[in-house]
């Protein structure tokens, strides 16, 4: 499997709806603290920005349109980045709330899911021995018995509404092999054009594990199934960020770090911000003579809109 050469374009993922409040106190909470972390993450070299919303009073993830807007339009005032706007949501949400903010924002890029499956996030729940809010502890238990919803019905209502329909381009999240099938099936019937921007994602409990032999497996399955007409990306969960990250773009792949994914910056240290993590992935993929796409490069590279057309 030789690379070819490329610009590795790095992704940040600023705040998701995985961790809570008190596992890390900098993990970004309010709309300043999210718009304030996007932006030095796209100083620090992050073409694209993934972006959730949390309640400012307790921290919780929100799908609340008005709270996106709050940061939206600072991240786009102070930087050129590109905005790709979560559709997966949080825990407990219907899919129309998962979709508000993008359908209110008309981003260049979403994330969608591609199939529905256990997210298991209840085992952190276990490693935290203090709570700072009521509702943490509760909405990492209901995982255990929750499914993460994506059935091909919901994902065709969201390429309709935010494709067809808004002009955005989407980030495929796959978390294990038959969701890249999932992905063709919707090539084939047409629903979704190249290039596909295909983030793979390991070391999520219900999903395929952060294992090399699954990497090699996932990268070689999206070239059958794709060829020419993807750009692929890794996501790794926990400690196995940076080194997942730094093997997939000496493949040939493209990057996402953030406090979404891990909390860390090294064994035991918590990462003090995205844009700490951003600069660390930076300064590998410098020491290893890749380039680094800039936001304008990576929105030629993905055939984008541009940050003129959204509405926000």
């Known amino acids: 499997?030789?690379?070819?050469?490329?610009?590795?374009?790095?992704?940040?993922?600023?705040?998701?709806?995985?961790?809570?409040?008190?596992?890390?106190?900098?993990?970004?909470?309010?709309?300043?603290?999210?718009?304030?972390?996007?932006?030095a993450a796209a100083k620090a070299g992050a073409a694209i920005l993934h972006l959730h919303a949390r309640e400012p009073d307790d921290g919780r993830p929100s799908p609340r349109a008005d709270l996106f807007m709050e940061f939206l339009p600072c991240i786009k005032e102070a930087t050129n980045a590109i905005v790709n706007i979560t559709t997966g949501g949080g825990q407990g949400?219907?899919?129309?709330?998962?979709?508000?903010?993008?359908?209110?924002?008309?981003?260049?890029m979403c994330s969608l899911n591609m199939r529905t499956f256990n997210f298991g996030i209840f085992p952190l729940a276990h490693k935290q021995t203090a709570w700072k809010h009521s509702?943490?502890?509760?909405?990492?238990a209901s995982t255990r018995d929750g499914i993460f919803r994506n059935t091909f019905q919901d994902i065709e209502y969201v390429v309709k509404m935010l494709g067809e329909s808004a002009g955005a381009r989407f980030e495929f999240e796959c978390y294990d092999v038959g969701h890249l099938y999932n992905l063709a099936y919707f090539v084939r019937e047409g629903l979704v054009k190249p290039p596909f921007f295909i983030q793979t994602i390991f070391g999520i409990l219900g999903g395929i594990a952060a294992d090399v032999e699954h990497l090699l497996h996932m990268r070689r399955t999206a070239d059958a199934l794709f060829g020419d007409d993807y750009q692929?990306?890794?996501?790794?969960?926990?400690?196995?960020?940076?080194?997942?990250?730094?093997?997939?773009?000496?493949?040939?792949?493209n990057v996402r770090v953030g406090l979404e994914d891990s909390l860390y910056?090294?064994?035991?240290?918590?990462?003090?911000?995205?844009?700490?993590?951003?600069?660390?992935?930076?300064?590998?993929l410098e020491a290893l003579d890749l380039e680094i796409a800039t936001p304008a490069e990576a929105r030629e590279i993905l055939s984008l809109k541009g940050a003129n057309a959204v509405a926000f």
């Open 1 to 39: 499997m030789v690379a070819k050469p490329h610009k590795v374009i790095i992704s940040c993922a600023i705040t998701g709806s995985i961790h809570t409040p008190s596992m890390s106190p900098h993990l970004p909470i309010t709309p300043d603290e999210i718009a304030r972390d996007a932006i």
């Open 135 to 140: 509702w943490e502890e509760p909405f990492l």
């Open 265 to 284: 910056i090294g064994k035991g240290k918590l990462a003090t911000s995205n844009a700490e993590q951003v600069t660390k992935m930076r300064k590998v």
């Open 232 to 253: 692929w990306s890794v996501v790794a969960a926990g400690r196995r960020q940076i080194p997942f990250a730094t093997m997939v773009a000496l493949m040939g792949g």
């Open 93 to 108: 949400m219907t899919l129309d709330q998962r979709i508000e903010a993008a359908v209110r924002a008309k981003p260049e």
